[in-house]
């Protein structure tokens, strides 16, 4: 099945600056890859998500790009606000006309420090 | 936007025992999605339900879990003779079904301590 790795596991930066968490997948069908933010007590929020026929999205302070051919995705957000800080979690999924169960990552603590 | 409910929030008990979780999808969501999370880790993937029908179940839902969507809205997830590895936090998430690009809405969840 599929096997998502998501790195760094924590993160800290000062306010304004940008973070970046990378993710890897294993299976090459693949074609589905959201990433969510979980503050806490609470569910994963979806933030942004991107198709396999696309390379970059874009949305506002948040972007994430896809290397098919590397299997890896990575999600950016620049100018970083306090209120970013949670929980980020990749996850991938096979979108067919079934169930597009997700294959998570991880997660990686995102502190924004002021 | 009432999003998805999750219901109780909070589900404390001992060993042994039975317990049941209640989740109510955003309307007009077909698809239903059942995951457990542990501390520290991602979201598993448990079953899933398209209106009344369950259609796929993972290897992690053991024959001591049921779960049920009975006229194609809420769904019921049942634990039975609880153990300690249970305790987890219990995640609904729902979709529209159709097309390819279909993003899934999660609720809060349900944390289940085993005593």
């Known amino acids: 099945g599929e096997n998502v790795e998501q790195h760094p596991s924590t993160l800290s930066v000062q306010e304004g600056d940008s973070a970046v968490i990378k993710c890897t997948y294993s299976?090459?069908?693949?074609?589905?890859f959201p990433w969510y933010k979980q503050e806490l007590g609470k569910g994963p929020q979806l933030i942004i998500d991107?198709?396999?026929?696309?390379g970059e999205k874009k949305d506002q302070r948040i972007a994430v790009t896809l290397n098919k051919t590397a299997k890896h995705f990575s999600l950016h957000i620049t100018e970083t606000q306090p209120e970013d800080s949670a929980v980020y979690f990749c996850?991938?999924?096979?979108?067919?006309?079934?169930?597009?169960?997700?294959?998570f990552g991880t997660g990686t603590q995102l502190k924004v420090e002021l | 936007d009432t999003g998805v409910s999750q219901n109780p929030r909070h589900k404390i008990t001992k060993r042994g025992q039975n317990v049941t979780f209640r989740c109510d999808p955003i309307?007009?969501?077909?698809?239903l999605y059942w995951y457990r999370q542990t501390l520290g880790q991602g979201p598993e993937f448990l079953t899933y339900f398209q209106n009344e029908a369950q259609l796929e179940k993972s290897r992690l839902l053991s024959d001591r879990f049921s779960a049920e969507r009975p006229k194609g809205s809420f769904s019921t997830l049942e634990i039975q003779r609880t153990e300690q590895g249970d305790s987890a936090m219990y995640l609904c998430?729902?979709?529209?079904?159709?097309?390819?690009?279909?993003?899934?809405?999660f609720g809060d969840g349900t944390r289940l301590s085993i005593l």
């Open positions: 309307s007009e969501h077909n698809r």
């Open positions: 299976d090459s069908a693949s074609n589905y």
């Open positions: 998430a729902s979709s529209l079904a159709g097309g390819q690009y279909q993003p899934q809405h």
């Open positions: 991107i198709r396999s026929n696309v």
């Open positions: 996850a991938a999924s096979i979108l067919t006309g079934g169930g597009n169960k997700l294959t």
